[in-house]
């Protein structure tokens, strides 16, 4: 579509991914979003967006699936032409380091790391000119965690890999960032107790535990003109839970 810029948002359909859609929408861009196993709230955000009079599709596609991958790239909205690619499919099963076994680390690895690097290498040459990168991390992805040495350890690799990106693509005008959240309320903080949460939010310094929406306005940032001079950058939402 003439003059319509597009942006492609992973596991774009429920948590940080839906609040990156929606805000990407209000911004102006035509939303393809991507989702696994949760098609109904998939649905419910391209709904809304549609509401507002900005185009939105949601499609299936697993990131650990090369197959699948291969063909979302084939999705007319790409070949057209992606300003915005935002790598925010993750998952975060709590085990304990000691307990880690081989078959739950490649999991991580293929979905967080891996199934990241499949969808840029699927859509690189569809990228436009100026096109930005931004890639969900994670706090934890510096600090490490004794419940999540897979997902720390898939973070850091997926942070360092978009920092390789972010010089290689540089020449070409195109950027490339990291935004690392802390606690950021979604499914996965579900399982916490009352006890847990209170104990959380006073951990933060800002005495809350983030928004989803705090998350897409950083991504909003990101891409958009504001951040020109921006490229490499590991962006901590958290709240100063963690200065590094
Ligand atoms: P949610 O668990 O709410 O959402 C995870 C998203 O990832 C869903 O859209 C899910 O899709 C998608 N996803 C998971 N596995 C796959 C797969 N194999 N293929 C495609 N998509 C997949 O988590 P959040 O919204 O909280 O997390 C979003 C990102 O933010 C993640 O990268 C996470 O690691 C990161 N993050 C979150 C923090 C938090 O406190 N919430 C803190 C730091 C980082 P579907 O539901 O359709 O399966």
Not at 171 to 193: C, E, H, M, Y
Request: charged fraction near 25%; hydrophobic fraction near 40%.
């Amino acid at each position: 579509m003439e003059g319509m810029r597009t942006a492609l948002v992973t596991g774009g359909g429920r948590g940080i991914g839906a609040a990156i859609s929606k805000r990407l929408a209000k911004d102006g861009y035509r939303i393809l979003l991507t989702y696994c196993n949760s098609s109904k709230p998939a649905e419910m955000v391209v709904d809304e967006i549609r509401e507002t009079g900005i185009d939105a599709v949601a499609a299936n596609c697993d990131v650990t699936d090369a197959r699948e991958v291969a063909l979302l790239a084939t999705h007319p909205w790409i070949t057209e032409g992606i300003d915005v690619l935002v790598l925010n499919h993750g998952r975060y099963d709590r085990v304990d380091a000691k307990e880690l076994g081989i078959t739950h680390l490649k999991r991580t690895m293929a979905t967080n790391f891996e199934g990241a690097f499949l969808i840029w290498d699927a859509v690189k040459t569809h990228l436009t000119d100026q096109a930005r990168i931004c890639v969900i991390g994670s706090q934890l992805g510096t600090r490490g965690s004794a419940h999540g040495a897979d997902y720390s350890a898939s973070k850091a690799a997926l942070a360092i890999w978009a920092r390789s990106l972010a010089q290689s693509l540089a020449p070409d005008g195109k950027r490339v960032n990291i935004v690392a959240p802390g606690f950021v309320d979604t499914d996965i903080l579900a399982g916490d107790s009352p006890e847990k949460r209170i104990s959380r939010e006073q951990e933060v310094p800002l005495k809350r535990i983030g928004t989803p929406e705090d998350i897409a306005g950083t991504v909003s940032f990101l891409v958009s003109e504001d951040s020109n001079y921006i490229t490499g950058a590991v962006v901590h939402v958290n709240g100063g839970l963690y200065l590094p």
